[in-house]
């Protein structure tokens, strides 16, 4: 079984892994957007050294964008086969792509607009699909996989398995004369709030495992949403706007829950709650589906006929109007907005509007990118740009960490505890990430290898080969930009 990666390899975005089986049967597990400045988001536009049409199946291991984005594309350029799923990841999937779509189309004028008058309109890319585009590929979607069960794609043997990184994600076991196969997709950190941890593996040949946080420690539950906790009784305190930047799957889910919680024991007084974010709330719609998938408390209370991801004092703000008049609302108030890197979205004329002022909170709950707007004021910024204006930095900004969806290095070496003793093939990370993971499989008696981009690896049996070759530096700048992962 051989294995090609057309994104996720040596950086953390556009997961696209292409695997051929014996008789030249060919099957893409995940199609994803490279997400995360001008230099990454050029790849998507790159043709694929494969002919879509020939391939027999994709398989989806979850809906974030970095893992889905692309399907529209491969759809245009002539797939026609079935894309397999999880019922949830078919829900999120078509959030996703529809208002990627429109980011696509959006950010298409805006950039001819700008072009036209500095005249070079040529050098504007083409959107890469429309909402129609979304629709025919939204067609092709088989929302057959359930965990545990088996189910024959293109005559392999795929049994998904619970990834417990957002709603609906899978790993996957493959199995054929080779031998066994799994492909982690995104794994789960074990310290979520909504998520059930991912399944144990059964033992397998080779594992492709996501990197992403392969060299950080998470803090526990308890510990996150206690510092949320005091981040939040201090904001009220200053009595101003208290503005959450946040992406609309998972992340959101995620932060209403908790402030309904700390909200229903008391320990955060009831302020006016404002979830900016019309995707946010599509998206949210989904978790109320599937509440088998979430952890007991929040699936009892969904049993119960209760809303979760509503705390008291919710209002979900849908028109631009309505957000905009947010603004006119006076006395502390909490304000979810996307996207979570602050680097477009709403959030910004909530920021434009704030920020400068010496009560507003910001509270950060995602990864921030050091080129993000987020990034530029978790590094101190005193102003920063935002809607082509100067804006000061008067708020006061709470950074935490712990909200993350991803296994950190625990939950990965854990993940692989069950698994005998696999060739690890490392995928969806930074090269330093990466080479700081080698030494702690190592450790454990397990070999391991970096995929390189494009670069063929026979997975496992007598000839496994691939990886880097002894002695080649890779060079960390050209792997990319870091984003938190599919958000
Ligand atoms: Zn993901």
């Known amino acids: 079984m051989r294995l090609q990666s057309f994104g996720a390899a040596c950086t953390v975005t556009g997961s696209m892994h292409l695997l051929t089986l014996d008789g030249g049967r ?22 694929y050294p494969f002919d879509p049409a020939e391939l027999d199946a994709v398989i989806l291991t979850h809906a974030h964008l970095d893992h889905v984005g692309r399907l529209p594309l491969l759809v245009n350029r002539g797939y026609r086969g079935p894309v397999y799923c999880t019922p949830p990841t078919a829900a999120l999937a078509e959030t996703v792509l529809l208002d990627s779509a429109r980011l696509q ?6 950039d001819l607009r700008r072009a036209r008058r500095q005249d070079r309109e040529h050098e504007v890319l083409p959107p890469l699909y429309d909402e129609e585009d979304v629709h025919r590929a939204l067609a092709l979607l088989r929302p057959v996989l359930e965990f545990g069960q088996h189910t024959d794609v293109a005559g392999l043997r795929v049994t998904p398995e619970r990834a417990g990184h957002i709603l609906g994600s899978a790993y996957l076991l493959l199995e054929c004369r080779d031998g066994r196969l ?5 794994l789960g950190n074990r310290e979520s709030g909504l998520q059930l941890d991912f399944t144990p593996p059964p033992q397998a040949d080779a594992v492709v495992l996501e990197t992403t946080y392969a060299n950080r420690t998470h803090r526990a539950w308890p510990e996150t949403l206690a510092e949320f906790s005091n981040a939040l009784r201090q904001s009220v305190r200053a009595n101003g706007k208290i503005l959450i930047p946040s992406f609309a799957i998972e992340r959101s889910q995620t932060i209403l829950h908790a402030l309904k919680k700390l909200m229903d024991s008391g320990e955060v007084p009831r302020i006016p709650v404002f979830l900016d974010s019309p995707m946010a709330a599509r998206a949210t719609r989904a978790y109320f589906g599937f509440g088998d998938e979430l952890v007991p408390e ?3 209370t969904l049993r119960a006929g209760e809303d979760p991801f509503a705390p008291s004092t919710l209002h979900e703000v849908l028109t631009g109007d309505e957000s905009q008049r947010i603004n006119r609302y006076d006395g502390p108030a909490i304000i979810l907005a996307g996207n979570g890197m602050m680097t477009g979205g709403r959030i910004q004329h909530h920021l434009r509007h704030h920020l400068w002022k010496p009560g507003t909170s910001l509270i950060i709950v995602s990864y921030q990118s050091p080129s993000s707007l987020g990034g530029q004021i978790v590094a101190g910024a005193d102003t920063v740009q935002i809607m082509g204006e100067n804006i000061a930095v008067r708020a006061q900004v709470h950074t935490i960490g712990g909200f993350s969806a991803h296994a950190d290095q625990e939950d990965l070496l854990a993940f692989l505890e069950t698994a005998g003793s696999p060739h690890v093939w490392l995928v969806h990370g930074e090269v330093p990430v990466m080479d700081a993971f080698l030494p702690k499989l190592a450790a454990r008696g397990l070999k391991g290898d970096i995929v390189l981009d494009r670069q063929e690896v026979e997975l496992m049996g007598s000839g496994f080969s691939g990886g880097r070759p002894p002695g080649l530096a890779l060079d960390p700048v050209a792997t990319g930009v870091k984003v938190e992962a599919g958000e």
């Not at 060919?26 to 043709?47: V, Y």
């Not at 799994?182 to 995104?186: E, K, Y």
């Open 298 to 300: 929040v699936r009892d």
């Open 105 to 110: 189309v959006e950010g298409y004028r805006q």
């Open 182 to 186: 799994i492909m982690s997709g995104d």
């Open 26 to 47: 060919r099957i893409l597990i995940d199609c994803g957007l490279f997400q995360g400045g001008s230099e990454m988001e050029a790849r998507n536009h790159e043709p």
